[in-house]
């Protein structure tokens, strides 16, 4: 039976380890604030949106909400973007992605002030991703993958690593941070031909196809690692990951639960890099 | 044996191409002009910069050199990039990497223009070969490896690619560019274990571990197609490249040859991006 690489965990020793520094900040009368911009109500946001709340107020800092509706304008969303931009009390901003279809996703992402950028959305976050120069904070769910990793003393270097997906705000930003650490990626996606041959090459795979429970056990063989970054609601209200969790644990070595996986990571690390932020952002 | 990819034959493809919006340039007035910028007195970049200026002048394309001594300061560097960045009769870059220790080449690399970055130097067109927007150009020799593929109508969506190296110069942007042409692709590096396992799982193999004739065909096996991106001029004034081409052709599918291999395909993609960056220019 596998070992669970619970987040919860982690997720504490990382709001533990930015606790000092949230004191510091608030003695010189600033308190870390989180930017979130919403277009819409989808469950997903709403949900995440607020266990972000919980876990922002725990740790002693605050958020900060700018909601628009399903239809605004390009303009209207631009309009808020650069709000915060100029907003000295706002220290970082999450974008809840993906917009809707009238929106263009690049003139968007580009709106950000990447000093403002703790998920990683602007062309100079995710060129740091890929040329590793360390200014700019990579994608929180690539950097939850890779920490969850560190935390659970599982080697990287020298690793074959198979991630599943090649989208930019996971699948690509973590085979190079994974890369980075001298792991050997490969990168597979929906043209990969037998995809399951090549996932049991993997001593790592890092799942990440956006499709509730659709990568069973004939993706998998023993002693592999398996960090499922999937979060879905399913009908009855329970959540779970991309991967068929009771049929995979008992076959590999490792494996994250959905919930207590990756996602609690990914918000701790969103709190650590908006208090980053708001750190850098003072020494200015 | 191998079939023997040869760069020449697509170069003048890629030429004779350009040679129209050459001509409709210069009917305007404009002549498309390439800046190099070297500094000291480097063989490699000397025997480049002349077969460059002999290419340029082949389809009515001038040339103009900077050139620095081997001690010169980082102002002095940046001066110079100023001063191409500012004159409009400079429509494209190249500068000779890698500098000399004493540079910071993450703030060289910044103080290009990126409408006049031809060769992929600067942060936002690293970007945009990680996200795939559309906009700047790849590095020439990645651009040079794909078109290498297509010219000789070798299949690349849902192939297994094996890229050797992973510098920003060539290993990880030719990963990309692949990636998004639907390959299912690997990065190795010096830090993979049992390189020569994993490069056998390829069906194409691009080779850029920068080591002359360091490749041989324990790496290999039949039915795979091997681009060597490599360029070394031996102690006898031949030039190699990083795979033992006498050893591994006999072995392989299809290879390309040192010389008339990917280098000679560089040198056309630059000059067509140089063109592309002027017609660019004039349309703003």
Not at 203 to 227: H, K, T
Not at 251 to 271: E, M, N, R, W, Y
């Amino acid at each position: 039976m596998a070992r669970l690489l619970k987040g919860k965990e982690l997720a504490n020793v990382i709001l533990r380890s930015i606790q000092r520094d949230v004191t510091a900040l608030k003695l010189r009368g600033i308190t870390p604030t989180l930017g979130i911009i919403r277009v819409g109500e989808r469950a997903d946001d709403i949900s995440y949106k607020k266990s972000l709340t919980k876990r922002c107020e725990a740790v002693g800092t605050a958020i900060r909400e700018y909601c628009l509706p399903v239809d605004a304008i390009q303009e209207a969303l631009l309009g808020v973007i650069h709000e915060v931009n100029a907003d000295t009390g706002i220290h970082g901003v999450l974008l809840f992605r993906p917009l809707p279809r009238h929106f263009d996703d690049a003139t968007i992402r580009a709106a950000l002030l990447p000093a403002k950028d703790i998920d990683c959305i602007t062309d100079s976050s995710l060129a740091n991703v890929f040329t590793n120069t360390g200014v700019g904070f990579p994608p929180c769910t690539a950097t939850a993958c890779v920490e969850l990793l560190d935390h659970y003393g599982i080697d990287i270097a020298g690793k074959r690593v198979v991630v599943l997906g090649r989208s930019l705000v996971i699948g690509r930003p973590v085979a190079m941070l994974l890369m980075h650490r001298n792991a050997t990626v490969t990168i597979c996606h929906t043209k990969t031909i037998d995809l399951p041959s090549v996932v049991k090459e993997a001593d790592i795979v890092v799942v990440a196809v956006g499709r509730p429970e659709s990568i069973g056990c004939e993706y998998f063989r023993e002693a592999q690692v398996v960090i499922d970054v999937g979060i879905h609601v399913k009908d009855d209200g329970k959540v779970c990951g991309d991967v068929r969790f009771d049929e995979v644990t008992p076959l590999v070595q490792a494996i994250t639960p959905i919930p207590d996986g990756v996602g609690v990571v990914t918000s701790a690390v969103l709190i650590r890099n908006m208090v980053s932020a708001a750190q850098r952002n003072e020494r200015f």
